[in-house]
């Protein structure tokens, strides 16, 4: 029988586990919460040894391990190359807020979008991160900081929604009351748009938030940035956003990245603002609308330049003016390039 992924197991699915281990059924309620604090099941003292040899053959137990940590001088950012089990590399990022610490997690090993502008795209996908190694991120920059995350992002390498069977597992094992316990409304997945994977996920009725990575205001140029476009354009992602809204009252943000010279002129901005407008607020009610404004991240493979602050402020007056909430993103890290990608695409060229 191949080894179980202690991690990934739900409270059922570990007392089940155990039972056939010839286990009483408590012996899940005692490792359930050490699992999530980071213990191995060595290192748990309440287990008896028998059950210990028998999880070294019947079950597998790893967090990722810490290859490489940046820590930023200027605002205490953490950006962590974690190592998987099998040697391949994925990136987390914990941002320090005067609300909690937030960490960025990913949730695949390279991603398979082909957004351009996108370092962890470069070199495709690799495979599907399982859900406790989407876990294990969260439990190993609490372990190696020492302190509390309380808030998630699903913003790091790889498409949430392209491994949504693992993705959905997580978040309700991240929820666990038993676990770390991380309420749904402190968690946000971002998603480049996958159309029916978004539908998927307002059936579940979860109140996490959704962040849409739009990108652009049509799709010509959405198609020309963003090959899933190209599936599904920009009103039928939109209409798909509506349907989200008005299923969960949860309130969605649009990514927008500015990209010099591609989509980030007023001209862009009256067109976004449009067709926001246009799809999202109706005669009788109004969905709130926020885009975040988000410089490019400049990354040598693209060729892409952000846009200067200037470009920047009267992209968001003309959000403003129309109605439209525009913030622009802070920027964390800036001195640890904390935006995802680099840090892999670094690890894998030797550098």
């Known amino acids: 029988m191949e080894p179980k992924d202690l991690l990934s197991m739900n409270p059922a699915e570990l007392t089940d586990f155990l039972t056939t281990l010839g286990e009483p059924k408590y012996r899940a309620a005692q490792m359930f919460p050490l699992l999530h604090r980071g213990l191995s099941p060595d290192e748990m003292t309440n287990l008896p040894a028998a059950l210990k040899n028998g999880l070294r053959e019947a079950g597998v137990w790893h967090l990722p391990v810490v290859r490489r940590k ?86 790091g390498i790889g498409e949430p929604l392209d491994n949504y069977d693992n993705v959905l597992k997580f978040l309700r094992l991240v929820n666990d009351p038993a676990g770390i316990n991380i309420g749904y409304r402190h968690i946000s997945l971002s998603t480049c748009g996958v159309v029916d994977k978004i539908d998927r996920l307002r059936e579940e009725n979860l109140p996490i938030t959704l962040s849409v990575s739009l990108h652009a205001p049509d799709d010509e140029t959405r198609s020309a940035i963003m090959p899933i476009n190209r599936r599904w354009g920009v009103d ?116």
């Open 70 to 155: 940046l820590v930023s001088a200027i605002d205490g950012t953490v950006k962590y190359l974690f190592a998987l089990a099998d040697g391949n590399c994925v990136e987390s990022v914990v941002m320090r807020y005067d609300h909690g610490n937030t960490v960025c997690i990913s949730s695949q090993v390279g991603c398979r979008m082909g957004c351009k502008f996108c370092a962890s795209t470069i070199g495709g996908r690799i495979r599907d991160l399982t859900p406790g190694e989407l876990l294990g991120q969260v439990i190993a920059a609490q372990k190696d900081m020492g302190e509390r995350i309380s808030n998630i992002v699903l913003m």
């Open 236 to 351: 039928k992602l939109l209409s798909a956003c509506r349907a989200y809204f008005g299923a969960t009252g949860r309130r969605i943000s649009f990514e927008y990245t500015l990209i010099a010279g591609k989509n980030d002129s007023e001209a862009d901005a009256e067109k976004l603002a449009r067709v926001l407008n246009s799809h999202l607020r109706g005669k009788h009610d109004a969905m709130p609308i926020h885009v975040n404004l988000i410089p490019v991240n400049e990354v040598k493979e693209t060729g892409f330049r952000h846009s200067d602050r200037a470009a920047v402020r009267r992209f968001a007056a003309v959000l403003e003016s129309r109605g439209i909430r525009a913030t622009v993103r802070r920027t964390l890290g800036a001195d640890i390039n904390a935006s995802c990608g680099q840090l892999r695409r670094a690890e894998e060229k030797g550098e």
